[in-house]
Structures are given as structure tokens and as C-alpha cells.
């Protein structure tokens, strides 16, 4: 799964992907996952819990990485509206590093835009994917509604897109297990 790149420090709530206390993804992982948008809250809710979501994340085969390294922030906030990519990601080496990684889900236009960038594929629709070669493997690219609070709709609603590539991919099963492809 591919990010655009994370906030300003001083709004993580931990050190680790989707910091952001405000962004939705984990939410939408725990609402995927066990029913529960706040499984991935430490109590009291003002923090993610870093373990859980790395355990989850080491037991499913979830990857997650930017789709930049180096950016400026033409504003002082998260929004992607206002991030300047200056070095992208080297696609070619991190997909080296995952040999059996068929399937990239981008979490929003600007993280779907920079990998359209790299690799010259189509630009599936939110919620479709496009097949593509790349580094010398064909790969499924989903592409995503962004989990940003900037994109205000509700979690349940974001989650049924992520269902999809999800299921495909056995980070979830969904409840008849013959509708999950491994």
C-alpha cells in the first residue's frame, strides 16, 4: 500500500505509517478487519497503537511505503493539494525488497498520480484497479478514496472500497471464505 508521504511531525500520534491522528486508515483497517473502526486505538483514543497495527500488519503481509521521499509542503498542513513531490520513491527497488508483491493499493490522487509517474500505467478509477508490467512482473494497481479527514466522508463508506483489493489480497476474508482469493 502506497502513501503520498506522511504530515508534519508535530501531528503524528506515533512513528509509523498514517500517523495522523485525524487520518482514517487505521480505522478503516480495523473496521476491515474486526468489526471495530477503533481496534487500532490505544485506550482512551488519543493515540494509535503502533504494536497492534505492525502485528497486524507483519501477520497479514501488509506493506506499507510512500510513493515520495523527498517533498516540500507548500503549506503549513497535511493536505496533498499542497505537496510538491521532489524525489519519488525507487519503485523498481522497493518492489525488490517484496518479490511476492502482485497487488499496489495508492490511498489517494496524488499518491495514484506520482505512481502513474514511475510507472506509466493507466489511472484506474477510485475503487477499480488497472493491470500493469513493471521491474519485470505484472502487477494489479487499485487505486483508492484518500483515508484523509480532508476527504469527509465516513469510515464505513471509505472501508467498503478498501474491502475489495483487501479480500483479494488475504489481508481480510470477508465472511464466506470461498469469496476470499489468496
Known amino acids: 500500500m502506497l502513501g503520498s508521504f506522511p504530515p508534519q511531525r508535530h501531528r503524528w500520534s506515533m512513528e509509523f505509517f498514517y500517523p495522523n491522528l485525524q487520518n482514517d486508515m487505521w480505522r478503516i483497517v480495523g473496521h476491515l478487519a474486526t468489526g471495530d473502526k477503533n481496534h487500532f486505538l490505544e485506550p482512551g483514543g488519543k493515540r494509535f497503537d503502533k504494536a497492534r497495527i505492525e502485528a497486524f500488519c507483519r501477520e497479514r503481509g501488509l506493506a506499507l511505503y510512500d510513493t515520495a521521499v523527498e517533498v516540500i509542503r507548500l503549506k ?20 525488490a525488497r517484496i518479490p511476492e508483491c502482485r497487488t499496489i493499493v495508492v490511498t489517494g490522487g496524488k499518491a495514484a498520480a506520482t505512481l502513474r509517474a514511475l510507472t506509466g500505467c493507466d489511472e484506474p478509477a477510485v475503487g477499480t484497479c488497472t493491470s500493469f508490467a513493471f521491474a519485470g512482473r505484472e502487477l494489479t494497481l487499485w ?16 472501508a467498503e472500497f478498501y474491502r475489495k483489493p483487501f479480500a483479494a489480497s488475504g489481508i481480510i476474508t470477508l465472511p464466506n471464505a470461498d469469496e476470499t482469493v489468496r
Open 143 to 158: 487505486r483508492m478514496p484518500s483515508s484523509s479527514r480532508a476527504y469527509p466522508r465516513p469510515v464505513e463508506w471509505k
Open 76 to 95: 503549513d498542513n497535511a493536505s496533498d493539494d499542497f505537496l510538491q513531490v521532489v524525489r519519488e520513491v525507487d519503485l523498481a527497488a522497493l518492489l
